[in-house]
């Protein structure tokens, strides 16, 4: 805790059980940089009245203050970066880099205001790719595994809107941040749990069969459940963490498991399934099958470090200060 008030109450997680705090903490941990007196959740909701015109310049300023005030985040950011690139980041690189953070964010507040038409016009998705997914989800269901990369949550929207209904987990971030961000889930038709709730795996497998997608982010480990995995990147291999859960909720129901990646387009984003990914129903099953997903998108990433979206401590000994 670094609020200051050793008899604050606190949560079960640590956080303060205070909404405001809550906020408060967040932001100080993520280093975004916000004025004082902002809460994150009030910059969100003026970001989603910003009209579509405006977005490009206001995005293309935030990303060049977030270079040059090189916020934590910005700097956790570099070296996650330079791991997936092998090098150091240009300048040009950490401003795409962090333009395209903010242009996932400004997506995401302003999701629930998208019509079914204008989500679908804002995703590109080859027939080889949608043909993999559409028969994975009719015949045995479809865990999806993607890594924080390009706009998620437009890639789930654009499955509902495209008459897949999609059940997800999210970060559970302080209260008045996960209500808000559930709120514009849901109203794209997509149903999200806690990665907090119990049983969570139970009732997705539950929608599952019930005929919906599983959408699951899958680079960051939220859990104490985490499967040790090698990402082989152009810096060398990395022992880091992944969550289980693709790989779990797949042996337990059949479902196929695919991977899927998005990233940014002039218009919108470029959506590609990939697979099927073997899921190993060995006693070593569910780490093989992890592994199997881990090389997946270490390669994805590799491909366009700018579109992943990490801005937390990801490999290990790299913090930023």
Not at 50 to 63: H, K, M, Q
Not at 64 to 73: E, I, M
Request: aromatic residues 8%.
């Amino acid at each position: 805790m670094t609020t200051g008030a050793p008899d604050t109450p606190l949560r079960a997680d640590g956080m303060p059980a205070d909404p405001e705090l809550q906020e408060i903490e967040a932001a100080k941990k993520r280093g975004y940089g916000l004025p004082a007196g902002l809460s994150v959740v009030t910059a969100y909701r003026i970001a989603a009245l910003i009209p579509n015109w405006a977005w490009r310049p206001v995005i293309r300023f935030a990303a060049w203050l977030g270079h040059h005030k090189n916020y934590r985040a910005v700097r956790q950011w570099r070296l996650n970066a330079t791991v997936m690139m092998g090098r150091d980041p240009t300048d040009r690189e950490v401003k795409a880099g962090v333009a395209s953070w903010l242009r996932n964010l400004a997506g995401s507040v302003r999701l629930g205001r998208f019509s079914k038409r204008q989500i679908l016009q804002q995703v590109s998705v080859d027939a080889a790719s949608e043909r993999l997914l559409r028969d994975a989800w009719s015949t045995t269901g479809a865990v999806v595994a993607l890594p924080h990369m390009g706009d998620w949550d437009l890639s789930g929207a654009w499955a509902c809107a495209s008459g897949i209904p999609v059940s997800s987990v999210a970060e559970r971030l302080p209260d008045a941040e996960f209500d808000y961000f559930m709120k514009v889930r849901r109203r794209v038709g997509m149903k999200i749990y806690s990665h907090k709730d119990t049983g969570s795996l139970e009732l997705l497998a539950e929608d599952l069969r019930q005929g919906h997608l599983i959408a699951l982010v899958a680079d960051r480990d939220l859990s104490r459940h985490s499967i040790p995995v090698v990402w082989n990147t152009p810096s060398g291999p990395q022992n880091v963490t992944m969550p289980p859960g693709p790989a779990i909720l797949a042996r337990k129901t059949g479902a196929t498991l695919l991977g899927a990646c998005s990233v940014y387009t002039k218009k919108g984003i470029a959506l590609t399934f990939y697979g099927p990914i073997e899921v190993d129903m060995g006693e070593n099953g569910v780490a093989i099958t992890c592994q199997r997903i881990a090389d997946l998108f270490a390669k994805v990433v590799a491909e366009k470090p700018t579109d992943w979206h990490v801005m937390q401590r990801f490999f290990p000994g790299l913090t930023a200060e």
